[in-house]
């Protein structure tokens, strides 16, 4: 497939979708399209949302995408639209462990529109990432600019306290991530500011993204958890949906 040079390549004017696929079936599609469609209508890309929903459902066709657990990377420019695929490393074992997590340096820009896109401009995310792995850290979470927690450098961010959960606010510079709209939908979750603070106030921890699902989290810097009630009951909700999604 070959790239044309276009705004999406030299400066970052696209967006994409990262789905996670079981045995060919894509997880959550209509979320990932309608979040799709509207970056690309944000960026106003000449793209046909019918032709393109018809050009994944014949990629999704192909051998290697049919067995497995896989990953569908959707990437759309005004002269691209880039379908790939490859092997979803997440393990049982990491969840087992739990993600180790840390505040990066990097301040998330809750006033600029990027931010609430999944856009090419992956940059600080991808840096960040990078970055934190040397330290032994398996997610970065930034701070806006005012000082309240966003979100992880690829992750939504959640708390539970009391039995109740917690998670960002969107306007406090968050991409609503496809799972984070599936849990917001249907349990009952308060958006609020979260200072850093606050964390020690928390009984556990967990983080989403389409990839990893929900992911216990055993630390932030020098705080621990060991509890992980109510994130390991929603992962099993998140399991039993893909399964029955895999099955209809």
Not at 107 to 123: D, I, M
């Amino acid at each position: 497939m070959k790239l044309i040079p276009d705004e999406g390549y030299y400066f970052g004017l696209g967006v994409f979708e990262t789905i996670a696929v079981e045995d060919g079936k894509p997880i959550l599609f209509d979320l990932h399209m309608q979040r799709l469609k509207e970056g690309i209508e944000f960026f106003d890309l000449s793209i046909s949302m019918k032709d393109l929903k018809e050009k994944v459902k014949e990629f999704l066709k192909n051998p290697e995408i049919k067995n497995g657990h896989k990953v569908l990377k959707i990437a759309v420019s005004m002269e691209n639209q880039i379908l790939t695929c490859r092997d979803n490393l997440y393990r049982e074992e990491q969840y087992e462990k739990g993600f180790i997590t840390g505040l990066s340096k990097v301040r998330r820009n809750e006033t600029s529109p990027l931010t609430y896109h999944k856009t090419l401009n992956y940059g600080d995310n991808l840096m960040e990432k990078r970055k934190a792995k040397k330290y032994g850290v398996d997610e970065p979470l930034f701070l806006n600019t005012k000082g309240y927690l966003s979100e992880g450098a690829t992750t939504n961010l959640f708390a539970v306290k009391n039995g109740e959960i917690y998670t960002p606010k969107k306007e406090d510079g968050i991409l609503d991530g496809v799972i984070r709209q599936y849990l917001c939908s249907r349990y009952k979750i308060k958006e609020v500011h979260i200072l850093p603070e606050e964390i020690e106030s928390f009984d556990e921890m967990f983080l989403t993204n389409s990839l990893l699902g929900i992911m216990p989290v055993t630390s932030f810097g020098t705080m621990e958890w060991k509890e992980r009630t109510v994130s390991d009951r929603l992962r099993r909700d998140y399991k039993q949906m893909m399964k029955e999604s895999m099955e209809g």
